[in-house]
C-alpha cells in the first residue's frame, strides 16, 4: 500500500499569511485528495487532485482560497491563503489503493494549523 | 447525494468488553463500499474494516468485524475484547463505486468517540 510524506506536520501562522502543505506519495496513484478537519469535527473534501488537470472543488471551497497543484503522480500541494482563524484546523491528503485486493485510503498523518 | 450517520457521540467499554458503534447510510447507489477509520489522538487515520455492498458475507478483521444490513443501510462496527490501545475516534465512510472501478472520494459520518477504560 501506498505511503505518504505529509508536511509540515504542524504549523501556527498569523492571519493574512499564506502556508502551503505537501504531500509526497511514494508510488504513482492517479487521484490525490486534500481534507479538512475543524476542531472535533468530521473529514469534510475540499477538493479532488489529478495530475495533469485542474483541481475538482467541493461546494464551499474556492481556488482562490485553496490552491492546489499536482505537478506529477507522486506529488502535490494544498496552499491556505489569506488565512484567518476559521481556518484553523488539520489538513489531510489521502490517495486511493488501485489494487484490487486492499481496496481502500491510505491518509498522510495530517497538518494541524493554528492561525493566530 | 449521499449521506453518513453515526449516532452516537460517544462511547465507553471496558478493557476486554464488547462494544457496537452504529452507522447509517443513505445512497440511491447500487454499488458502493463502507469503511471504518480509526483516529487515534495522533491524527492518522487509519482503516480498521472494509466491506463490498455486493458482498453478503460481514467482514472480519481480526477483533473486528461489521453487521452489514444493506436493505436497512446500516453498517455498525463490533470491537471484541477491546484494548487500551483501542480508545480513539471512529469514523464510518461511504465510498460509491463498484468492484475494479475507479474510486472518487470518501464520505464521512461524525464520528464517535471511544474510550476504553482499564
Known amino acids: 500500500s501506498a505511503v505518504i510524506s505529509q508536511k509540515p506536520s504542524r504549523d501556527i501562522c498569523q492571519r493574512g499569511t499564506s502556508l502551503t502543505i505537501q504531500c509526497q506519495v511514494d508510488s504513482q496513484v492517479t487521484m490525490m485528495f486534500w481534507y479538512r478537519q475543524q476542531p472535533g469535527q468530521s473529514l469534510t473534501l475540499i477538493a479532488t487532485a489529478n495530475q495533469g488537470s485542474e483541481a475538482t472543488y467541493e461546494s464551499g471551497f474556492v481556488i482562490d482560497k485553496f490552491p492546489i497543484s499536482r505537478p506529477n503522480l507522486t506529488f502535490s500541494t494544498l496552499t491556505v491563503s489569506n488565512m484567518s482563524p476559521e481556518d484553523s484546523s488539520i489538513y489531510l491528503c489521502s490517495v486511493a489503493r488501485d489494487t484490487l485486493i486492499n481496496y481502500g485510503y491510505t491518509f498522510g498523518s495530517g497538518t494541524r494549523l493554528t492561525v493566530v | 447525494a449521499q449521506t453518513v450517520t453515526q449516532s452516537q457521540p460517544e462511547m465507553s467499554v471496558q478493557e476486554a468488553e464488547t462494544v457496537t458503534l452504529s452507522c447509517t447510510y443513505d445512497?440511491?447507489?447500487?454499488?458502493?463500499?463502507l469503511f471504518w477509520y480509526k483516529q487515534p489522538p495522533s491524527r492518522q487515520m487509519i482503516l480498521v474494516i472494509r466491506?463490498?455492498?455486493?458482498?453478503?458475507q460481514n467482514a472480519t478483521e481480526n477483533r473486528f468485524s461489521v453487521n452489514f444490513q444493506k436493505a436497512a443501510k446500516s453498517f455498525s462496527l463490533k470491537i471484541s475484547d477491546s484494548q487500551l490501545g483501542d480508545t480513539a475516534m471512529y469514523f464510518c465512510a461511504f465510498m460509491k463505486g463498484r468492484y475494479g472501478g475507479s474510486q472518487g472520494n470518501l464520505i464521512f459520518g461524525k464520528g464517535t468517540k471511544l474510550s476504553v477504560k482499564p
Open positions: 466491506q463490498e455492498a455486493y458482498k453478503q
Open positions: 445512497t440511491s447507489e447500487s454499488n458502493y463500499y
